[in-house]
């Protein structure tokens, strides 16, 4: 992972490529390595590895173990409105290539992981964002609504409207951890403040693929005078930073990566106002680790604020002048004196 200075645990891709990925919706390959098949089989989530949020994280973490490790990869993508079968296959064919851990990247992949799985004892398996079982399966998840509340802890100090909004890529539980941690940061905050917070799609995974309606619905925000916005959408996020770059005095809050460090992010970066940073790369390269070690991790495990599995991100250095009641703020939530919620 590019290591960044943070407080503690936010991703992206360039406009253009964004809604290329958007308007094929087809399911890529891309393989590192080789090495007769062994390694790391990793399946995306859709908008692929590109997407510069939490596909990139995951990426990141086979990146770190192909050159410190030697450990070779394979990473396949999901399309738009994949069937349970299409997602086993993919699980499957990965398996039965030698791969060995695979994981799932997104919770979409809990049923198609628990199923493969079985019919492959001696492969470690993971899933990201959800709890899957299996003797042979690690859980990973993380403690978004942590981190999220820092940034509403931040959207609300930066804040000079008093009014800041939440735009969620798919109304699931999974993302109103994001909504919740976020709102009670802003409240806790500055009581006065309104929080809206809305979603691109009910329950559609193309919520994570559509730039486009994150964008209209960013600047419908920013017309009612909303003027910081925290985006957890995936890819979708792309389209909401670069409507918030195109106002002035109006901040965007990234999500999974530290997007203000995105190359194909970098002519927003002026009003990406910080990140929450998942670290997905250190859970898959611990994975990866645990199985070349012989002891492969399997059962949940839970990454935090406090042990670093979550963290707030300073690049840009957009947040220093606040650092001070980030950081106060962080200790509460770390040592349990603050209880974040994980429903709105």
């Known amino acids: 992972m590019r290591r960044v200075s943070t407080i503690t645990v936010a ?36 908008g692929g590895r590109d997407d510069h949020s939490f596909n990139e994280s ?44 695979v994981v799932g990247v997104g919770f ?16 470690t398996f993971a899933v990201v964002d959800s709890v899957a079982a299996g003797k042979n399966v690690e859980s990973i998840t993380f403690g978004e609504h942590e981190g999220s509340y820092l940034a509403g802890v931040a959207a609300a100090l930066k804040s000079k409207n008093h009014k ?12 109103q951890k994001f909504q919740a941690g976020f709102e009670q940061g802003v409240k806790d905050t500055d ?16 919520g ?13 925000m920013l017309d009612s005078g ?5 985006t957890a959408a995936g890819l979708s996020g792309n389209g909401s930073i670069e409507a918030i770059a195109g106002q002035k005095d109006a901040w965007a809050i990234g999500v999974d990566s530290d997007q203000y460090q995105q190359p194909g992010l970098e002519k927003y970066k002026d009003h990406i106002l ?26 949940p495990k839970t990454y935090l604020l406090k042990d670093g599995g979550v963290s707030l991100a300073t690049s840009g250095g957009h947040i220093d002048d606040i650092k001070d009641k980030i950081e106060a703020a962080k200790k509460k939530v770390a040592d349990g004196q603050v209880k974040v919620k994980t429903q709105p």
């Open 11 to 46: 991703g992206i891709a360039t406009a253009a490529l964004a809604f290329t990925l958007t308007a094929c919706g087809e399911s890529s390959t891309e393989s590192s390595g080789g090495g007769k098949g062994k390694g790391l089989g990793l399946a995306f989530d859709v």
């Open 191 to 206: 009581p006065n403040a309104k929080v809206t917070s809305q979603y691109l799609y009910p329950n559609n995974d193309k």
């Open 164 to 175: 800041v909004g939440f735009i969620g890529g798919v109304n699931n539980a999974l993302i």
């Open 58 to 101: 995951a990426a990141r973490g086979a990146d770190k173990a192909k050159k410190e490790l030697d450990f070779n990869n394979k990473m396949m993508t999901a399309k738009n409105s994949e069937t349970e079968a299409e997602r086993e296959q993919r699980l499957n064919s990965l398996a039965e290539a030698g791969y060995n851990p």
């Open 208 to 220: 994570f693929n559509d730039p486009a309606a994150a964008k209209d619905k960013a600047k419908g």
């Open 108 to 123: 979409n992949y809990q049923k198609s992981v628990e199923k493969v799985a079985k019919d492959h004892p001696d492969t």
């Open 226 to 230: 909303i003027d910081v916005i925290y």
């Open 274 to 299: 910080t990140s929450v940073v998942k670290n997905v790369d250190v859970a898959v390269f611990d994975l990866i680790k645990s199985v070349k070690d012989g002891k492969p991790l399997t059962g």
